[in-house]
């Protein structure tokens, strides 16, 4: 069992505007489903208020502070500890051997220490906006996969799909 992240940024490091993405590339959509369907995903409460909806396929796993909070095809839980506890026993059940933070910027500070893989969209270009990805050691990753596909069509950015694994210490 491993913990995934999965981010897009931009080259200077943006992941969001207004608690919304500030691009829209299907292509990337397309890859996010593809990543994580028929895997526990977990994500912070205001990610999953943006989504606006439970991501079909997945068990969504919502962390918040805010004990009254609830919604419909969701399981809620307080901590990222306690979603990594929840989303392991339901991946056992699964027989699926990755857990995936989807967001947001809070939930990837916290949970990129324990992460051993990074799917990491690199959008080609500098945005404006307020959400930023957290610091990154490159140090302690390898890439091991990389695609490259060019604007096109309703993708208005060239991007690339890079994916990290954590470096043995």
Known sequence: MHLAIIVAAAENG????NNAL??????????????????PILMGRKTFESIGRPLPGRTNVVITRNPDFSAEG??????????????????LVDGVEELV????????????????????????ASIEGDAWLPEIDWADWREVQRERHAAEGNNPYDYSFVVYERRAK
């Open 14 to 17: 943006l992941i969001g505007r």
């Open 74 to 91: 969701i399981r809620v839980v307080e901590s990222l500890a306690a979603a990594l506890r929840l989303a392991e026993d339901i991946a």
């Open 101 to 124: 933070v989807i967001g947001g910027a809070e939930i990837y500070r916290e949970a990129l220490p324990l992460a051993q893989r990074l799917y990491l969209t690199e959008v080609h």
């Open 22 to 39: 500030p691009w829209h590339l299907p292509g990337d959509l397309q890859y996010f489903k593809r990543v994580t369907m028929g895997k």
